[in-house]
């Protein structure tokens, strides 16, 4: 800022208007990766690393206004493999619990 004083007010005003919008697109970049790193650091285990990058892409696609995509990736990884997969793996193959934690872990990737 200092170096940018020297050639006057204007200089100056644009450089805060510049790292303000800088600042404006990182942000939502930095929420996420910090909502990423918590997800993953609470939750070491059972998938979480891949629950927490499909959670960025999600948003990802969110923000830049498709949801019909997240929609139709959320119904497959839920309904059509998460579901059907704990209960083959909880019942018929006799996991229990742990192929429920299993098949999450499987849809999430």
Do not use: H
Not at 6 to 35: D, H, K, T, V
Not at 95 to 100: A, C, D, F, I
């Amino acid at each position: 800022m200092r170096i940018v004083a020297i050639y006057g007010s204007g200089p100056i005003a644009a450089y805060a208007i510049s790292l303000r919008l800088i600042e404006f697109a990182i942000l939502p970049a930095w929420g996420q990766g910090n909502a990423a790193a918590t997800l993953v650091g609470q939750n070491l285990g059972v998938g979480y690393p891949a629950y927490a990058a499909g959670m960025i892409v999600i948003q990802a696609l969110n923000g830049a206004g498709d949801t019909k995509t997240p929609s139709i990736m959320n119904f497959i990884c839920f309904w059509i493999v998460q579901i059907p997969v704990s209960y083959w793996l909880a019942t018929t193959v006799g996991l229990g619990p742990n192929g429920v934690f299993t098949a999450i872990v499987l849809s999430e990737s």
